[in-house]
């Protein structure tokens, strides 16, 4: 597997995101939590296309700043009694650097 390094763990802010910047198909949102997990999701709600990086990060999940719907971060679904899921997209962190799959990159949510 390929990895890509996208910016440094301290880059994203507790209970916050970042925006990985993809020249195909819709952002990814690179999340971090108050215990310091790193997840990465499209940045695309799948209710109504809400972008999740703006939403709040509470635990493994993200509130949609739309319609406050609940998105695993982990998985990418939608909480009950809501439905749906969005990309996920495998994390590794090293050294304190975030890396995303390349080949996730170039294909997931294009």
Same mark, same amino acid.
């Given at each position: 597997? +390929? /990895? ?19 020249? #195909? ?5 690179? @999340?971090?939590?108050? +215990? +310091?997990?790193? @997840? ?7 209710? #109504? ?19 406050? /719907? ?9 909480? +009950? ?7 996920? @997209? ?21």
């Amino acid at each position: 597997m +390929e /990895w890509i390094d996208v910016c440094a763990v301290d880059d994203i802010p507790v209970l916050g995101s970042r925006i990985v910047r993809r020249p #195909k198909g819709q952002d990814v949102a690179v @999340f971090r939590n108050a +215990e +310091e997990q790193v @997840f990465a999701l499209l940045d695309e709600c799948p209710h #109504k296309k809400g972008p999740l990086s703006q939403g709040i990060v509470h635990g493994t999940t993200v509130t949609c700043p739309l319609h406050n /719907w609940q998105i695993g971060l982990s998985d990418g679904c939608a909480r +009950e009694p809501d439905v749906g899921c969005t990309a996920k @997209f495998a994390v590794k962190v090293v050294d304190g650097r975030v890396h995303l799959n390349v080949d996730e990159i170039k294909t997931l949510g294009v």
